[in-house]
């Protein structure tokens, strides 16, 4: 297994031979505006550039996409990527937003388990920031809630855990007992939202999930990137945890 940090939570996931490219955003430094529901509103984003280009991204075998928000894809993706690959969401009405851009090959992932080329998909669930405050909030606006996380399975390969846009919950704890992960990526960085709300895990979040799964290896994702952090990789590396990664933009992990 390889887990190729691109930027913020794009990756590049090669798992039994097969490229996944997830969570695609693919813009400019600066290009958009902060988020107006959020801390640091004034600052653009991306905040750093792409580390490579745009073609070698996106040469992969298949994309997962978490869930349909402005920091996990762009214009430049639905452009770029090959509109013929396979690709996987969380439920029927990102399926649908993703054809309206012309793919041609949207799979939801499903619980119990999606096949492709030797793999096995699992979708779990999260809370992206916690339910009875965001999701409320997330109706309000218009914006979708739910995001989802994926477990990888194959033969001859260690089980990964990708959590997705999620704060440590009842739900992460469902998932980490159910598959017992080798290898989890975590979205760390804090985002939070005007009422001190935060969206996704922070470095007390990260401690927690390292401690309750010891065994495994956790990567910190989603790092230093959007406009609403409040978490920065070396507050991360402060922790000192045995078992935490903290890659860097276009770092590649071996597992």
């Known amino acids: 297994m390889l887990i190729h940090q691109i930027r913020n939570a794009t990756l590049i996931i090669t798992y039994n031979n097969k490229k996944f490219l997830i969570d695609p955003w693919l813009m400019p430094k600066d290009y958009m505006s902060g988020f107006d529901s959020a801390v640091n509103a004034d600052v653009r984003q991306p905040r750093v550039d792409l580390l490579l280009p745009i073609a070698d991204i ?30 996987f969401v969380q439920n029927e009405k990102d399926l649908n937003i993703i054809k309206s851009f012309g793919f041609t090959d949207v799979r939801v992932i499903s619980v119990n388990g999606t096949e492709f080329d ?21 109706e309000q606006i218009n914006m979708p809630y739910d995001a989802m996380g994926v477990i990888f399975k194959a033969n001859q390969e260690k089980t990964l855990y990708l959590a997705g846009d999620t ?30 709300e935060r969206i996704i895990m ?3 979040d990260v401690k927690i999930v390292a401690n309750y799964a010891p ?3 956790i990567v910190a994702s989603h790092m230093d990137t959007v406009s609403h952090l409040t978490v920065s990789r070396d507050d991360i590396k402060k922790l000192k945890l045995r078992n935490v990664i903290v890659p860097e933009d276009n770092e590649i992990m071996k597992f």
């Open 167 to 196: 704060i440590w919950c009842d739900e992460v704890i469902v998932a980490i007992d159910k598959f017992s992960p080798d290898v989890i990526v975590v979205n760390a960085c804090g985002a939070t939202l005007l009422n001190g």
């Open 118 to 138: 030797g793999v096995t998909l699992f979708k779990t669930f999260g809370q992206h920031g916690k339910r009875e405050i965001i999701k409320p909030l997330c």
């Open 215 to 217: 065994s495994a290896t």
């Open 202 to 204: 922070n470095d007390e």
């Open 58 to 87: 996106v040469k992969v075998d298949a994309v997962i996409l978490t869930h349909f928000h402005p920091d996990h894809w762009d214009e430049f993706a639905a452009k770029e990527i090959d509109k013929s690959l396979p690709f």
